[in-house]
T-cell receptor, first 113, second 115 residues
């Protein structure tokens, strides 16, 4: 079955540091890939997505590139802010007509001033 | 503003009682979903519904029930048969099920605690 593996957290960074959160996946066919963010006490918000190989999703300074050859979708940001502190979830949606997102376990990021 | 509302934000229940969590959306989306989130875990699908009066079990449906009498509403009942109901519950919706880039929109969640 489909699965998503994220790097274990928590991750603690100083403000303006570079962020990478690793995500690899196992899926049949050609999935769409997503990063969602969850701020404390809230629901999930879509951060970015990519629907085919070599696509790059980007939003709010975050980027992730869909790498089919390495089955990865790592999240990066060049300079994190305190306001980026949240839990980040990698997820996939398998194939056309699919309905069920498969989530990773989430990576908690804390950014300190 | 369009979006998904869940109520209440916090809910306390005594063991052995059923409780219903509300989810309403005004996005005119066809599909709706219920997820459960436990600490340090990803989200797990409980039930989903593609259209009114139709719903399907997800990965962890035991001890839960749903209804979809209206397009905009998808309430979840946590029954006394659910052995470990304390969790954060999230409702989501999508425009439809077709398409590879469907974005799921999430509500703010309900935190259920069984006393």
């Amino acid at each position: 079955g489909d699965s998503v593996t994220q790097m274990e957290g928590p991750v603690t960074l100083s403000e303006e540091a570079f962020l990478t959160i690793n995500c690899t996946y196992t899926a049949t066919g050609y999935p769409s890939l997503f990063w969602y963010v969850q701020y404390p006490g809230e629901g999930l918000q879509l951060l970015l997505k990519a629907t085919k190989a070599d696509d790059k999703g980007s939003n709010k300074g975050f980027e992730a590139t869909y790498r089919k050859e390495t089955t990865s979708f790592h999240l990066e940001k060049g300079s994190v802010q305190v306001s980026d502190s949240a839990v980040y979830f990698c997820a996939l949606l398998s194939g056309a007509g699919s309905y069920q997102l498969t989530f990773g376990k989430g990576t908690k990021l804390s950014v300190i001033p | 503003d369009g979006g998904i509302t869940q109520s209440p934000k916090y809910l306390f229940r005594k063991e052995g009682q059923n409780v219903t969590l509300s989810c309403e959306q005004n996005l005119n989306h066809d599909a709706m979903y219920w997820y459960r989130q436990d600490p340090g875990q990803g989200l797990r699908l409980i039930y989903y519904s593609q259209i009114v009066n139709d719903f399907q079990k997800g990965d962890i449906a035991e001890g839960y029930s749903v209804s979809r009498e209206k397009k905009e509403s998808f309430p979840l009942t946590v029954t006394s048969a659910q052995k470990n109901p304390t969790a954060f519950y999230l409702c989501a919706s999508t425009r439809g099920l077709a398409g590879r880039s469907e974005t799921q929109y999430f509500g703010p969640g309900t935190r259920l605690t069984v006393l």
